[in-house]
């Protein structure tokens, strides 16, 4: 069985250097051991350990050290740790001539000196929330927030996110919290009142409020709470005393639309805001409308995300309206919403303004083919940088599908384009293929799912991405193809089969509900129709006019 992955010699091979293994960082320690301990230039001057105390110091060395560069690997992951690794090192030599300096801790006497222990990195990230998610008392509460009652601490992000807190934790975390607030730059909320009855819940979300009054946010996030209008207005204190928010969460947090009204009222200044996120609220369209009120005054905008949040028409042109005057706007999320056509032809001037983009989400807006078009065309124009196009369930036929492979033909940098549960066919779907195949993009994901397509449009879509270096998925189930046709494709990815998602739901059988019955062919039929589809579209330029 041939195994070899198409194209393999392409890929670059990458090595991770950090962590080190386990094996090295015991080398590391056995090596900081016999430096303290053995005869040096440093050790003449400075004097040597012996053998035991070496060792307790160099676990100490190099545990710091191992903390500082981890912490800095944790802030550039997508590095292969080479610059980790020469901190790691910087730090072990640091803190070796810091120990030899210090001496033994042995007199001549044999009296044992106090050992001052070897300084980490400054914690500056407080979590609460791993672990189960569950109520936490007084006595609990005391426990675990006792770091943040040390004495010079260095914590500007707390995260309390995932334990419920009731009264008494909360009268706990209140001087704490006022001790802190004039360092906190961000501060996680989400979760922290699950299952509390309505009033406690309430006097919790007040304690925490003005405890955190007058503090300088870089990011607050109260997600998850279920505060609607009363549990906004509880953080009135909080949010009434930010300035200099750069990202705002309420996710999940039964935000109607007065709700909405009362987050528009409370925060003074949004004129640094980067982030703002509503998925899954109840904010219909007066909701919107206030939502895009703290849009408009939102010059700095870079990420909004309004899914699921029962918007419809009304609401969505007004949002679209305020997102036009967002122009350093980078992704966009308006999932699962009722714009309809007309909010969609708003959006799409809207997104004339927006040359930063590089994430674009607008599935299950009921867009159809009008809407899609001048979207389409819209980012064509005015995304270079796109990387993540979705526009699922929207009902958008082969007409929509020409302006959407012009665009997909003009991205270099997409990587990800979902498209699923539209009506695209057989038509649509080559249209689509020939743009991927054309462009010179970095493709790694398409979603065609359910859009009833055959045997030709699911052949030409596998030829598009088959032999692409990156490539990692085509989802092509619950469509129409036939069982040859799935035989054709296991055989085109035979070489690299994840590439290809499940077929399972995929109906060889199926017929489309709104063809007549005089339009409808038997199986063979089908394949002699889709050969010929594919034959008339076969060099299908994706800017030319329909």
Known sequence: MDTTTPNSERRPFS?????????????????????????????????????????????????????????????????????????????????????????????ENGELVKAEKIPGPHETFFDISK??????????????????????????????????????????????????????????????????PEEEALNVMNIFSAALEGSLLRSLDLSS???????????????????????????????SEEAARAVCELIPSTEKLRVLQFHNNMTGDEGAVAISEIVKRSPLLEDFRCSSTRVDSVGAIALSEALGKCAHLKKLDLRDNMFGVEAGLVLSKALLNHANLTEVYLSYLNLEDEATNAIANALKDSAPSL????????????????SLAECIAAKKFLTKLNLAE????????????RAVEE???????????????????????????????????????????????????????????????????????????????DEKNSADEDEGDEDELESKLKNLDVNSEE
């Not at 609607?228 to 909080?238: D, I, N, P, S, Y």
């Open 15 to 107: 090595i991770k250097l950090w962590p080190p293994s386990q094996n090295t960082r015991l080398m590391l320690v056995e090596r900081i051991t016999n430096n303290l301990s053995s005869q040096s230039l440093f050790t003449q001057k400075y004097g040597s350990l012996n053998k035991e105390e070496a060792g307790e110091n160099a676990k100490e060395i190099e545990d710091a050290a191992f903390a500082s560069a981890s912490e800095h690997y944790e802030k550039e992951p997508d590095g292969d740790g080479s610059s980790a690794v020469q901190l790691y090192a910087k730090e072990c030599s640091k803190l070796i001539l810091e120990v030899l300096k210090r001496g033994p801790r042995t007199k």
């Open 439 to 517: 462009s010179q993009g970095q493709l790694k994901e398409v979603d065609m799912s359910n859009n009833l397509i055959r045997r030709a449009g699911a052949r030409v879509l596998a030829q598009a991405v088959v032999e692409k270096p990156e490539f990692k998925l085509l989802n092509l189930n619950e469509n129409f193809i036939s069982e040859e046709g799935v035989d054709e494709l296991k055989g085109m990815f035979k070489g690299s089969p994840d590439l290809l998602g499940s077929l399972d739901d995929n109906d060889p059988d199926g017929v489309d509900d709104d063809e007549d019955d």
């Open 131 to 196: 672990g189960l998610r569950a109520f936490i008392g007084a006595e609990e509460a005391q426990e675990l927030l006792s770091p943040l009652k040390e004495p010079g601490n260095s914590y500007t992000k707390i995260c309390f996110s995932n334990r419920s807190f009731g009264l008494d934790a909360a009268r706990i975390a209140e001087p704490i919290l006022l001790s802190l607030k004039g360092q906190l730059q961000e501060v996680d909320l989400s979760d922290f009142i699950a299952g509390r």
């Open 387 to 402: 990387e993540v196009l979705e526009m699922a369930g929207n009902d958008i036929t082969a007409k929509g599908a020409l």
């Open 225 to 255: 709470n279920a505060l609607g209008e009363k549990g906004v207005r509880a953080f009135g204190k909080l949010l009434k005393s930010q300035s200099s928010l750069e990202e705002l969460y309420l996710m999940n947090d039964g935000i």
């Open 422 to 433: 539209n009506k695209l066919k057989d038509e649509g779907a080559i249209r689509i293929g």
